[in-house]
Nanobody
Framework: QVQLVESGGGLVQAGGSLRLSCATSGSNFSNRAMGWYRQAPGKQRDLVAFIIASGNTNYGDSVKGRFTISRDNAKNTLYLQMNSLKVEDTAVYYC?????????WGQGTQVTVSS
């Protein structure tokens, strides 16, 4: 079973930046569309951004212009560069395939943005 392990979260002030990473154990990473998702307390898990095998990307309206999703196929790693962070970006961030595979949810990484 493929493992997806998120890292890079933390506590940051509003306006700051963080870079999340997602390491995968799958050998088919380069051919798969991947996504970043987040879940804030008391809310459903939402899609933040996704990137397809060709490198084309798509973002949720709330993060457009602030977040950048990228991938390094040689390292089997997915990234999310988050700039101009807002308090409302506070959530647990997860990576998964796009669309997500139920059995591939990891522990996520907590991002907390303080005002």
């Amino acid at each position: 079973q493929v493992q997806l392990v998120e890292s890079g979260g933390g506590l940051v002030q509003a306006g700051g930046s963080l870079r999340l990473s997602c390491a995968t154990s799958g050998s088919n990473f380069s051919n798969r569309a991947m996504g970043w998702y987040r879940q804030a307390p008391g809310k459903q898990r939402d899609l933040v951004a996704f990137i397809i095998a060709s490198g084309n990307t798509n973002y949720g309206d709330s993060v457009k212009g602030r977040f950048t999703i990228s991938r390094d196929n040689a390292k089997n790693t997915l990234y999310l560069q988050m700039n101009s962070l807002k308090v409302e970006d506070t959530a647990v961030y997860y990576c998964n395939y796009y669309p997500p595979a139920v059995r591939s949810w990891g522990q996520g990484t907590q991002v907390t943005v303080s005002s």
